[in-house]
């Protein structure tokens, strides 16, 4: 009996999808000990993308619940996870060969000279050789040519510096935790996915209840 069956959902907040039918099954996990209410739940349609509409949209589990309410309205539904579902239609293109590495070759140069011009012209600011100057004639007791034991020190410093700070050696994590990168691109996404959903409410584009 459907009064003695309870639903789990747990949605994610973000789904990216390839297909144009979204089914219930796509945006997170689905949890029945009856296993017909679970596969009928599984497969219930959400929504289809269109080519003339947007490629994302947004739904409110409550929406989700009325469905499945209507399905089997004695059955008992808890929502363990997000209140709205983030979907997005995406098209995965497979670039292989020539054109994927010289697109990381293009990354790689960017991020290189990018990050090595603002390393020079922040130490130009600041005078970085004039304060190496300055402290080499006062602890050696003779002026400076400009590349002493203080440079080599300051530059193999920072570059042990950048890759603690990032914690990665090549494609090797030096600890567990997560790098200040990651931390700040996870950040990044909630402001994201929360600015989608609050627009989408206020524009009345959320796929929710009447």
Not at 8 to 30: A, C, F, H, I, P
Not at 46 to 51: A, R
Not at 112 to 130: L, R, S, V, Y
């Amino acid at each position: 009996m459907a009064s003695q069956e309870t639903l789990y959902l747990k949605l994610d907040r973000n789904v990216e999808v390839e297909k144009d039918d979204v089914q219930l099954s796509d945006l997170g996990k689905v949890v029945c000990t009856n296993k017909d209410i679970l596969a009928h739940a599984k497969t219930m349609k959400i929504y289809k993308f269109k080519d003339t509409k947007p490629q994302r949209q947004v739904v409110s589990v409550m929406k989700i619940i009325e469905s499945l309410q209507t399905m089997y309205p004695d059955l008992t539904i808890d929502n363990i996870g997000e209140t709205e579902v983030i979907m997005e239609k995406v098209k995965v293109k497979n670039e292989k060969g020539f054109m994927q590495w010289l697109k990381i070759a293009f990354v790689s140069l960017i991020c290189f000279f990018g990050t090595a011009f603002t390393i020079m012209a922040f130490h130009n600011d600041i005078g970085i050789n004039k304060v190496f100057m300055k402290v080499y004639e006062m602890i050696a007791g003779q002026a400076s040519d400009g590349f002493t034991i203080l440079e080599v020190a300051y530059s193999i410093g920072l570059a042990v510096g950048i890759i603690v700070f990032f914690n990665h050696i090549g494609g090797r994590r030096i600890t567990k935790d997560p790098t200040p990168i990651e931390v700040e691109m996870r950040i990044y996404e909630d402001d994201v996915n929360n600015a989608l959903v609050e627009t989408a409410d206020r524009e009345g584009k959320t796929i929710d209840v009447s």
